[in-house]
């Protein structure tokens, strides 16, 4: 099962660039999150999504924008890149009708805005 | 807002030893508390997870306890092994509405010495 695939791997930037960082599910979840892991900040939310046409902003939701066409992706822009948004960010996915459904992440994109 | 915190930031055992992570959480409607292990490279992966109306989970060599009324919870593993040798997040959640967002401690590196 592939379960959540994140692309790119990695990312180089240079200020004011703008990009998109894709994420895919295919275990049908309904919840869909983007955070970003920050050293010694743990995991911030960004953005999440309960489903299809349905997004919200997270703790962190400046400068990034998401949509949710589908319930398999859940794409992350960043409109014009800034070095504060150096950070590796992982999407994740869950499902929606049970409060305890674990979080399945993925591996990851690892962000260099210079 | 709900706030995690999670110590120690870093921890060194001996292979065979025992550790311990410890979180507090501040919400007392939180419910739901999960810990994700986090290799170099991969995203968080769930590993043990414990709901408030349980005092103590076991699975194999890993263990979580909660108290709810100091608000703390702790994770154990014991006889570690090198492949232990990640990150690790403490988590928790409110379970309202339809925003089921986890609030993530800051994570414990921990390094199992040979």
């Known amino acids: 099962n592939a379960g959540v695939t994140q692309t790119p791997k990695f990312q180089v930037l240079k200020t004011g660039q703008s990009m998109t960082l894709q994420c895919a599910q295919d275990?049908?979840?309904?919840?869909m999150s983007w955070y970003r892991q920050d050293p010694g900040m743990g995991l911030r939310l960004i953005h999440y999504s309960v489903g299809a046409g349905i997004t919200d902003q997270g703790e962190v939701p400046n400068g990034y924008n998401v949509s949710r066409s589908t319930t398999e992706d859940f794409p992350l822009r960043l409109l014009s890149a800034a070095p504060s948004q150096t950070s590796v960010y992982f999407c994740?996915?869950?499902?929606?009708?049970?409060?305890?459904?674990?979080?399945?992440f993925g591996n990851g994109t690892r962000l260099t805005v210079t | 807002g709900e706030n995690v915190e999670q110590h120690p930031s870093t921890l060194s055992v001996q292979e065979g030893d025992s550790a311990v992570i410890k979180c507090t959480y501040s919400?007392?409607?939180?419910?739901?508390f999960p810990w994700y292990k986090q290799e170099l490279g991969k995203g968080p992966q769930l590993i043990i997870d414990i709901r408030s109306n349980v005092g103590e989970k076991k699975d194999q060599r890993i263990a979580v306890t909660l108290n709810k009324t100091a608000k703390h919870f702790s994770l154990h593993i014991t006889e570690t092994q090198p492949e232990d040798s990640a990150v690790y997040f403490c988590a928790s959640r409110i379970s309202s509405g339809s925003a089921r967002q986890l609030t993530f401690g800051s994570g414990t590196q921990l390094t199992v010495l040979p």
């Open positions: 275990m049908n979840h309904e919840y």
């Open positions: 919400d007392s409607a939180s419910n739901y």
């Open positions: 994740a996915s869950s499902r929606q009708d049970r409060a305890d459904s674990p979080l399945h």
